[in-house]
C-alpha cells in the first residue's frame, strides 16, 4: 500500500523464505531504521536480531523497542552503531533492561527524563531519544534538551517521521548523537510550521514530512 501511494519508494516484502535478500538489502544500505510497522511476531524477532548484529548506523523505534524490551538482557551481539527513539512508555519498558519494576513509569519532569535517558545510553551503549514535551537527546556523556516542536505532533506517525529524519542524518555519515539532536529539531520545527497551515488540531503526519523541506531550506539560509 505504501509503494502505490508513494512512488520513489523501493520495496522488499519480508518472508521466511527471503531472510538472505534482507540481509543483502541491509549491508547495502548506509543506515537502517528499525521498527515501525514490523510487527513482533517470532519473525520479525528473528529479523530485528540478526540487523542489530551488522555493524550499520540504525535507529531502533516502535516495534523493535517492545521486541528489545521484552528480551531478559540487552542482546550480546548488539553490533549497531544506533539510536534509540521511545516515548515514555516505550522508555518505562526498556526501563525493566535495566532493573526496574513492571510497573515503572517514566519521570515527566525534565530532570528525572535526562537521568533515566542517560541510563539507559550507557547501559545499552546507543544513543537515547527520549521523546515528548522537551525531547531528551543523550549519548551518557553529552546531553541535548529540544524546545522545538508542540502538540502538532502528538498525532498517529509522526514519531515514525523523525525516525525516518535521523536515518537520513546517520547515512549521510552524520554521529549518531548529532544526527538524533538535528533531528528531533528538524522534526519539532516541521511540526511547528505544519501546524501553522493545517492548525495544530488537523495536521497529520504526512503535512509534517511535506514541511520538512521547507524547514531545511530555512536552516541553511540562516547557517
Known sequence: QALSITPELIGLALSKGNRGELMRAAKSADALVVGPGMGTSADARRWLMMLIQLSKPIVLDADALTLLAKMPRWPEKFAARGVLTPHPGEMARLAMLLGEQANFRTPADDAGRLALARRGANAFRQTIVLKGHHTVVTDGVRAYINTSGD????????????SGIIGCLMAQNMAAFDAATLGVCLHGLAGEAAGRKFTRRCALARDVIDAISGVVRDMERTH
Open 151 to 162: 502538540s502538532t505532533l502528538s498525532k498517529a506517525g509522526t514519531g515514525d517521521v523523525l
